[in-house]
């Protein structure tokens, strides 16, 4: 009886064992898939870091694409608004002058305000010009802002690249900052 008793207890040792044995290899996997993880997660921040970074490049080159727009066309913007003034100040005092000269001259005046009347159309079509040229410049103002479109578009084809690399939680995270940035 106490060899069948032995014999017993000594299968139940194996069997535990065995049972210590499984769980030190199952405890060995874990922790090699735990590095893994780690490892992984290392990578994806380091990764996210990167697009960051990127991001605030795209954004700084952004603005600076802004601020130069807005430096180049002030100034022709303001050019154009100045001669327009003057042009309209000119063609003012041109038609005034006509006018006294006509009453002054009288007959014989009628024909230099015909010519001053002359130069007063061709003032206007320079107005013209002027105004179709501000038109341009306001196309070409409308055109630079479409550049930025390309940029945005590229910066969420860059977040939905990380999107799909992180989990949620950081997806959120980076939807708020772009909010924040596009804010800006």
């Known amino acids: 009886a106490l060899r069948t008793d032995l014999e017993y207890q000594q299968r139940q040792l194996q069997d535990l064992t065995e049972q210590l044995l499984t769980r030190d290899r199952k405890i060995v996997q874990l922790e090699k898939a735990l590095s893994e993880v780690k490892q992984e997660n290392a990578t994806l921040v380091e990764e996210l870091q990167q697009t960051q970074i990127k991001a605030q490049t795209i954004q700084a080159i952004h603005d600076a694409i802004i ?29 005034k002058e006509s006018l006294d000269s006509a009453r002054t001259i009288g007959m014989l005046g009628q024909e230099k305000l015909l010519a001053e009347k002359l130069k007063s159309r061709d003032l206007e079509l320079e107005i013209k010009n002027l105004q179709e040229q501000i038109k341009d410049l306001q196309q070409t103002l409308l055109k630079t802002k479409n550049l930025q479109i390309p940029l945005q578009n590229r910066l969420k084809q860059q977040e939905q690249l990380i999107a799909n690399c992180l989990d949620p939680k950081k997806v959120e995270q980076l939807k708020r900052q772009e909010s924040e940035m596009s804010n800006v």
Do not use: C, G, V
């Open 67 to 95: 601020t130069e727009r807005e430096h180049i066309l002030a100034p022709i913007i303001a050019s154009q608004k100045e001669q327009l003034t003057q042009f309209s100040q000119d063609l003012q005092a041109i038609n």
